[in-house]
């Protein structure tokens, strides 16, 4: 069985955290403009990211060529993108309304339409617009955040077959409010070159034990890429659980 390359960093502070990762992340942006190549990142919603996003705003916003940088969706509601549910909203007003990059780069999945008929536009979207590896998209980075009921993306305990499925978007509905959501799937998060998590706060601790055991009830339990690398940043509040 191949070894899963993966890592855990701790952090006092949700701010830390982001501020290690931004720091990592632009890194890795900064390697892929002078190499002249483009960098795929599918982002999250969620309370991490959102300090992510205003860190990178602050700090990095005149040091990254951004016209080699490319950014996608992990998931998104199905809320117009001016809506305060909208992930692409929160990522643009905190994050992309903030730096020079061509609209072009900016691939949002529409929330505001017919959520089946954009699964299926945005798996095309991501397929023109990714490299490609045993066949499907391979982003250089995914980022995610953990619920507490252990999803990701819009996977949820209640449609874990979307870990599995052949396709590379599919629709979700939240298990809770009946929301409906565009996510990319399983195979897709599993095939990236690196997926990190970024998990804060005691609500999440329970959880996260029960993931690093690898209880398959959880989606996140299933995020082990192929080929790739797996990062878990995590706060020492979600991390009180682990062994
Ligand atoms: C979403 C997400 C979702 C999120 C987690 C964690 O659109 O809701 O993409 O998977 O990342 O629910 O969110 P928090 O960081 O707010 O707990």
Redesign the pocket.
Known sequence: MKKLNSEIKIFETPQELAEEFAAGLTDRFRMAVMKRTVFTVAL??????GILYSVLAEKYNNSVDWRYIHFFW????CVPPDDLES?YGMAYSKFLSKIDIPQKNIHRIFGEDQPEQEAVRYAVEIMKNTRKHKGLPMFDQVI?????DG????IFPSNRELLDTEKICEVAVHPLTGQK?VTITGKVINNSALVTF????AS?AVTLGKVFKKDPEFPASSVMPFDGTLTWMIDRKAGSFIK
């Not at 999250?44 to 990211?49: D, E, K, N």
């Not at 995610?144 to 507490?148: A, K, Q, R, W, Y």
């Not at 999803?151 to 819009?154: A, I, R």
């Not at 970024?198 to 706060?201: I, N, Y």
Request: aromatic content about 0%; hydrophobic content about 25%.
């Open positions: 999250s919603g969620g309370s991490t990211p992990g998931d998104e509601r992930n995610l955040g953990m619920g507490e999803h990701m993306v819009s959501r970024l998990v804060t706060g999440k």
